[in-house]
């Protein structure tokens, strides 16, 4: 799995990442949902190393961490122990089109265009469901997605190289704008300890999704859609925009 491999560098390609910022824009729009009480158990889906789990583990929350990449979840478990935060968080490897929670939790966030990977109609409805079915009724899914900016001004067919350490990623990206799809063609050569490089290559795939898309998609599995903000000041989103965060609310019948 390529990020496994990537888990390194994936801090540095969002050092620019205000964590600290996005926190407090979950405990904003949490504390404008008048149907539930401050949650207490709260889910990251796809969380990566971490960073947004142990800033919401830092407030106090219970939190499940939950995504495929072990090498990640390894990050984020050891930066958990070094922080004292161990015991305030559950990290789960699945798939989140197929993950399985002990219970369910009164918030859903997911951070870093987590759901752009999903790259059907399909694949994202079985994350929805799943999302919905954990959720008690009326706990919000936070979530955010890269917008069609993202894609034409940032992805595009861009190339760009990282170096972490002795190793050095090349990620070349190829868009098609007709089927708003982004193909990430990832070189990664990791130093041995005797010098030589071994090479490791995978492709990796984003899908833009139009917020008209995401609305009813959001409806077809049992959310009220709530709002879309390009910003953390809760200004309009639109699909022009680069990063999009959406906040929807688990409606379940006869509740």
């Known amino acids: 799995m390529i990020y496994d491999l990537i888990a390194p560098f994936y801090d540095s ?39 947004m789990t142990l800033e919401l583990a830092s407030r106090g929350y219970d939190m499940t961490g939950v995504d495929l990449s072990v090498e990640m979840l390894h990050i984020a478990k050891t930066e958990a122990e070094q922080v004292g935060l161990g015991d305030k968080i559950l990290w789960l490897s699945q798939d989140m089109r197929a993950f399985e929670l002990y219970g369910t939790v009164d918030l859903a966030v997911s951070c870093l265009d987590t759901l752009n990977h999903l790259t059907d109609t399909k694949s994202l409805r079985q994350c929805l469901r799943l999302v919905h079915n954990y959720l008690i ?46 193909d990430f063609y990832i070189t990664l050569f990791s130093e041995c300890e005797d010098g030589r490089y071994e090479r490791h290559e995978d492709v990796e795939r984003e899908k833009m999704y139009t917020l008209r898309s995401l609305k009813t998609s959001l409806a077809e599995c049992g959310f009220e859609f709530i709002g879309a903000y390009s910003d953390f000041e809760f200004t309009e989103a639109t699909d022009d925009d680069e990063r999009i965060y959406v906040v929807a609310r688990c409606i379940k019948k006869g509740i």
Do not use: H, Q
């Open 137 to 182: 009724p009326n706990g919000l899914f936070i979530f955010d997605v890269n917008g069609k900016g993202k894609f034409e001004r940032i992805y595009s067919n861009n190339t760009y190289v990282m170096e972490e350490g002795g190793d050095v990623c090349v990620w070349e990206n190829y868009y098609s704008s007709s089927r708003g799809i982004c």
């Open 13 to 51: 390609v969002n050092r620019d990442v205000d964590y600290v910022a996005w926190a407090d824009f979950i405990e904003k729009v949490s504390a404008r949902n008048p149907l539930i009480p401050k949650p207490e158990l709260v889910l990251d889906l796809g969380c990566g190393t971490g960073k």
